[in-house]
């Protein structure tokens, strides 16, 4: 699915374009991906794990667009890409066609200026366009950053799945959030 271009001004000024990624982005997307993994501890993938090739992240990309039920949504600051989120269904059976599972990153550089809630709330009314009634996601107990954003944009917390991701760090629960949109 494509979504809707739209722009926002973020807190620091600076414009921030919002369109679907096509294969043509394939490039920016991989290096956003490898970037934000070695950046932050609470992506749910290591940088070495991305080791996917240009041409398989382009077909990734162009079944994207092509999809009826899946959407990605990438953040442009003077055309380098800072932000990417994502949805998808949250099971493939239909008695869940209901419900979506969100994705999100934003680029540590461009932190706390409002592109991760402008993100999660486009995902949400693409979402709700695409027939979705549901928003799920889950996220690393300690990642109190993305917690605050997701309540912010109405998730509720809605469970505990202990021991859901082991880090170098030791082993950390995963907090479900939900919202219906
Ligand atoms: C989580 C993440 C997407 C947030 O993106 P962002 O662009 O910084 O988000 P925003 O600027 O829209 O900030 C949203 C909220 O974060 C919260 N926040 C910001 N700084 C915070 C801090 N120091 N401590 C706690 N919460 C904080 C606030 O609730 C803020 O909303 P407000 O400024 O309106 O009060 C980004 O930090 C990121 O990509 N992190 C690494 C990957 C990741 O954690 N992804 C989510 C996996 S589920």
Same mark, same amino acid.
């Given at each position: 699915?494509? =979504?809707?271009?739209?722009?926002?001004?973020?807190?620091?000024?600076? /414009? *921030?374009?919002?369109?679907?990624?096509?294969?043509?982005?394939?490039?920016?997307?991989?290096? #956003?991906? !490898?970037?934000?993994?070695?950046?932050?501890?609470?992506?749910?993938?290591?940088?070495?794990?991305?080791?996917?090739?240009?041409?398989?992240?382009?077909?990734?990309?162009?079944?994207?667009?092509?999809?009826?039920?899946?959407?990605?949504?990438? *953040?442009?600051?003077?055309?380098?890409?800072?932000?990417?989120?994502?949805?998808?269904?949250?099971?493939?059976? !239909?008695? *869940? !066609? #209901?419900?979506?599972?969100?994705?999100?990153?934003?680029? /540590?550089? &461009? &932190? =706390?200026?409002?592109?991760?809630?402008?993100?999660?709330?486009?995902?949400?009314?693409?979402?709700? #366009?695409?027939?979705?009634? /549901?928003?799920?996601?889950?996220?690393?107990?300690?990642?109190? /950053?993305?917690?605050?954003?997701?309540?912010?944009?109405?998730?509720? !917390? *809605?469970?505990?799945?202990?021991?859901?991701?082991?880090?170098?760090?030791?082993?950390?629960?995963?907090?479900?959030?939900?919202?219906?949109?």
């Amino acid at each position: 699915m494509r =979504g809707m271009e739209t722009s926002v001004i973020l807190s620091d000024g600076s /414009r *921030c374009l919002l369109r679907s990624p096509g294969p043509e982005d394939g490039e920016a997307v991989l290096r #956003h991906l !490898r970037r934000v993994a070695a950046e932050s501890p609470y992506t749910a993938f290591l940088p070495e794990e991305l080791a996917g090739t240009l041409r398989e992240e382009q077909a990734f990309l162009k079944g994207q667009l092509a999809s009826p039920t899946r959407l990605m949504l990438a *953040c442009f600051v003077e055309e380098r890409l800072i932000g990417l989120g994502g949805i998808g269904p949250a099971a493939a059976s !239909r008695k *869940c !066609r #209901h419900r979506a599972e969100l994705g999100l990153s934003v680029r /540590r550089r &461009w &932190w =706390g200026l409002g592109a991760g809630t402008f993100l999660v709330e486009a995902l949400c009314r693409e979402g709700a #366009h695409m027939g979705y009634q /549901r928003m799920e996601l889950s996220v690393m107990a300690d990642n109190v /950053r993305a917690i605050a954003l997701y309540e912010t944009c109405g998730f509720v !917390r *809605c469970g505990l799945l202990p021991d859901a991701y082991r880090t170098e760090a030791g082993s950390q629960a995963a907090v479900l959030m939900s919202k219906a949109i």
